[in-house]
Structures are given as structure tokens and as C-alpha cells.
């Protein structure tokens, strides 16, 4: 959704032609968050959602939107603001965590992300920038692009085909924080098993299939209680999600320069040339 402002509507004063901007995806519903400007925890569920869910997407040369729904972007993260949106969804979930740790003394060391596309690499390299220790595990062997960008942030990668997360979580120690985005329910359930004590995992992978496992359920739930450990899931996000988002692309981009750049393995000029894509 990001994109260039080319006109402004009678009474906006905050926009001009020319800024930049990128646009948030879901529109609220008149459900008790949605009208504190948290569609993004939606209650009833009637929302609607940009290309997703009853609206038009950003598949355009052109589109009007409301200024509560868009972000300003300084002309230096013009080049990178296309991932502004999915940073913003690990930006929440990982936020959120942190928060609800809030309930104990929780100094997290080793954090464990399940998936290597666009999100997991995200979450990888928001993750490093808070100093975590993590693990990055995908299904592809190196050489793998994604997984060298893993490694550049400081991130290990781990080949899943080859080492289990069982496996992993035996060999780094207590397992802090998992960020699940692979939707996979096998590694779901292996995830809730190994997360160590007062630890937490965010589920931020959707499950596409109707598959159904036998789990160790009574050990599961043993052990989560004894524990204190936590289990909760994420889905879009709300400004201040992008707002905060935007200023850890730029110290990710401090940090680790080009690192980001790096994602855009192919450009695409115009939307004439999208058999390119």
C-alpha cells in the first residue's frame, strides 16, 4: 500500500501532495475497540479489510483513503516502506509479549522463530534489534537466501529437515519466546511443548487445512501450567503498530545497512508490467 500523495481532500491539514505514505489494512466495525481505534482486536468480527475481506485492495494506480488510516513516512524509508505492513504485524505480536510479561520479571534471552518468508525474517531481524539470542528454522537447506539474511542480522538458521525444534530447544536451554509463523499445526503443538518455563508463544501463522494430530495433551497442559507459561495469538495491526514499526525498520536499517533492501529480490516498474511479477 505504499504509495505517493497526489491529492488532498477540503479540510485535511496534516497531508500535502508529495508526502509519502502507506496505508493500513483493516476497517473498523462500531464494536467497543474498533471505536478506540483497535480494529485490529476487533470484538464483533464485521470489520472489513483492504484486498482481504469486503474492500478493494492496493492492486491500483490509484486510491482514497481516510487520514486515520495512513501512516507518514519520511522521504529516507521511502525505498523500504513496502514492508511496513508486515512489519507491523510482528511488530504487535512481539509488543504484545513483552507487555504481558509485564505480569512477572521476564528478562528473555533465547527466542526461537518457526518460518523463514517474509514475516518470520522480520520478526528475526525485530527480535536481534531487542538483543535477543535467536534461532530462525525454515524446511530449505542452505545455501538459502533467506537464511543468509537471517544469519546477517545475527540470527542463527536452522534447517528443520535437519534438526527438529525439539531438538533445538535440548540444545540452547530454556526457550523464552517462540514467534510461530508457519501455521503448521504439527509445529504448533511441538512449540507448546518445548517452550520453557515462563515462557511465551505468539501464534502468528494461520492453519489452512482441516488436519487433525493426537498430541501428548495431558503433558501439554502439565507442563504449560507448572510452568506459568504463556499461548496467544496476533492478527493484523492497529497505527501505532505501523507507527512503531517504521522506526525499527530504520534501526534495523542502522544496524545491519542493506539488509532490508536485500528482501526485494525482484522488482516490478508499473502495474503494466505485472506478468514480470
Not at 245 to 267: S, V, Y
Amino acid at each position: 500500500s505504499f504509495g505517493i500523495v497526489e491529492q488532498v481532500g477540503e479540510g485535511v491539514s496534516d497531508w500535502q501532495v508529495g508526502d509519502y505514505v502507506v496505508a493500513t489494512v483493516r476497517r473498523p466495525d462500531g464494536c467497543p475497540n474498533c471505536l478506540l481505534a483497535e480494529s485490529d482486536m476487533c470484538l464483533w468480527g464485521t470489520y472489513t479489510e483492504r484486498g482481504i475481506k469486503g474492500r478493494h485492495g492496493y492492486l491500483t494506480e490509484y486510491y482514497v483513503d481516510k487520514p486515520d488510516f495512513l501512516i507518514h513516512v519520511p522521504k529516507e524509508m521511502a525505498d523500504l516502506a513496502v514492508l511496513l505492513e508486515p512489519t507491523s504485524v510482528a511488530e504487535k505480536g512481539i509488543t504484545q509479549a513483552f507487555k504481558i510479561q509485564e505480569r512477572l520479571y521476564w528478562q528473555p534471552q533465547n527466542a526461537i522463530v518457526t518460518g523463514a518468508g517474509t514475516l518470520g525474517l522480520l520478526a528475526t531481524f525485530l527480535l536481534r534489534a531487542r538483543g535477543l539470542n535467536v534461532y530462525t528454522m525454515a524446511r530449505t537447506a542452505m545455501p538459502y537466501l533467506n537464511g543468509e539474511l537471517a544469519e546477517v542480522s545475527g540470527a542463527r538458521y536452522v534447517n528443520s529437515k535437519e534438526k527438529s525444534l525439539t531438538q533445538l530447544a535440548a540444545e540452547i536451554g530454556n526457550v523464552d519466546f517462540i514467534f510461530e509463523a508457519t501455521g503448521a499445526s504439527s509445529l504448533i503443538f511441538e512449540a507448546m511443548a518445548i517452550i520453557g518455563n515462563d515462557g511465551v508463544l505468539c501464534l502468528a501463522g494461520l492453519s489452512s487445512s482441516s488436519n487433525t494430530l493426537q498430541v501428548p495433551a495431558d503433558a501439554i497442559n502439565m507442563e504449560l501450567v507448572l510452568g506459568n507459561k504463556l499461548i496467544f495469538g496476533t492478527v493484523n495491526a492497529n497505527r501505532r503498530y505501523f507507527e512503531a514499526g517504521l522506526k525499527d525498520l530504520a534501526t534495523i536499517e542502522q544496524q545491519w545497512p542493506g539488509l532490508l533492501a536485500r528482501l526485494f529480490t525482484n522488482r516490478i516498474q508499473r502495474l503494466d508490467n505485472f506478468a514480470a511479477a
